[in-house]
T-cell receptor, first 114, second 116 residues
Framework: AQKITQTQPGMFVQEKEAVTLDCTYD???????LFWYKQPSSGEMIFLIY????DQQNATEGRYSLNFQKARKSANLVISASQLGDSAMYFC???????????WGAGTKLIIKP | GAGVSQTPSNKVTEKGKYVELRCDPI?????LYWYRQSLGQGPEFLIY????????DSGLPNDRFFAVRPEGSVSTLKIQRTERGDSAVYLC??????????????FGNGTRLTVT
């Protein structure tokens, strides 16, 4: 069974608009972490934001925020005021405390239109 | 401080040749990971080092692939008798606390391997 699901293979968004990238996950481990990474065309995998399973508040990091709904097992990434430089692949990933591995979604290709 | 460094950034080799890919992790990070990423896909786990030892090499596709980390810092991924199907971006990552789910992996820029 897939543990991380990203249902949007691609998205087009107008510059300056907010965008939400979807991510749902599946785990029976009560302690886990959720991560979002950005991969521009240059290939580097850039860590954006982290949400812990026990965190009471949604994580925020600059223009990035995470809409964490634990009961629904979703951890959507919200990018406010999108910029042309936000065009990239975005990956959702999860680590369980019982497993050091990072489990990856298939990614969403985001294209910001001027 | 310096991030994860991978060399070379690009490698073109002929089918059947041997290649080595190098990874220099963030100083102090004991955990080191190798991933392989094909076009349009997420990273695929290859091997994980905790210190000098390979704690999990279950992701290595076959015995042509081998990785070492002799002094617990720099790691080398070695591929023998390369095949065209080995063409991919090879990503290295390190983390400070591998058993802590809060500890993110920090990635290098990757090595793009092309086997002709």
């Amino acid at each position: 069974a897939q543990k991380i699901t990203q249902t949007q293979p691609g998205m087009f968004v107008q510059e300056k608009e907010a965008v939400t990238l979807d991510c749902t996950y599946d785990t029976s481990d009560p302690s886990y972490g959720l991560f979002w990474y950005k991969q521009p065309s240059s290939g580097e995998m850039i860590f954006l934001i982290y949400q812990g399973s026990y965190d009471q508040q949604n994580a925020t990091e600059g223009r990035y925020s995470l809409n964490f709904q634990k009961a629904r097992k979703s951890a959507n990434l919200v990018i406010s005021a999108s910029q042309l430089g936000d065009s990239a692949m975005y990956f959702c990933a999860m680590r369980e405390d019982s497993n050091y591995q990072l489990i990856w979604g298939a990614g969403t290709k985001l294209i910001i239109k001027p | 401080g310096a991030g994860v460094s991978q060399t070379p950034s690009n490698k073109v080799t002929e089918k059947g040749k041997y290649v080595e890919l190098r990874c220099d992790p963030i100083s102090g990070h004991t955990a080191l990971y190798w991933y392989r990423q094909s076009l349009g896909q997420g990273p695929e786990f290859l091997i994980y080092f905790q210190g000098t030892g390979a704690a999990d090499d279950s992701g290595l596709p076959n015995d042509r692939f081998f990785a070492v980390r002799p002094e617990g810092s720099v790691s080398t991924l070695k591929i023998q008798r390369t095949e065209r199907g080995d063409s991919a971006v090879y990503l290295c990552a390190s983390s400070l606390k591998p058993r802590d789910s809060r500890s993110p992996l920090h990635f290098g820029n990757g090595t793009r391997l092309t086997v002709t």
